[in-house]
């Protein structure tokens, strides 16, 4: 599985700890991606707005998910992993496309962060047509290389 933590992801993580240790952020937003392929994710300098391409129809919308539904880190290979609740967007209402993976970002909406994004475990990319419903349960790692 490609991931990647992009600069501007670790900009805005170094932003809450440890710059900000009051005031970190309640909750993040996952949303899913047919941009890249499902095998690759975009460079580290990659940003929403010149990368990521989200489905834009169909119910489509990115779900919150609150920082404390995030389990305890755990280690995995050369560094530390922890993995969200399973979550279930919409029930598609028109084709989606083929989604390649999922990403996190700081906003509901929009271009904002890019803080993460990583393939499905299984490098396939997954074809949403009108009636389809996709679940995931998301994992963010940070490894030492």
Request: neutral net charge; glycine residues 12%.
């Amino acid at each position: 599985m490609a991931q990647i933590v992009t600069d501007e992801g670790l900009d805005w993580l170094l932003g809450q700890w440890p710059r900000a240790a009051s005031v970190q952020a309640g909750s993040c937003y996952i949303g899913l991606f047919t941009s890249q392929t499902a095998s690759t994710v975009v460079a580290r300098g990659g940003t929403m707005s010149a990368c990521i391409t989200e489905p834009t129809t169909g119910s489509y919308a990115r779900l919150v998910i609150a920082s404390s539904a995030w389990g305890a880190p755990a280690t995995s290979g050369l560094g530390r992993k922890t993995t969200g609740p399973q979550v279930t967007f919409a029930t598609a209402t028109s084709n989606w496309g083929t989604i390649n993976g999922f990403f996190l970002t700081a906003s509901a909406t929009g271009n904002t962060v890019l803080i993460y994004q990583a393939n499905f475990d299984d490098l396939t990319g997954v074809v949403i047509n009108t009636n389809d419903i996709i679940k995931g349960t998301p994992a963010f790692q940070l490894s030492a290389s």
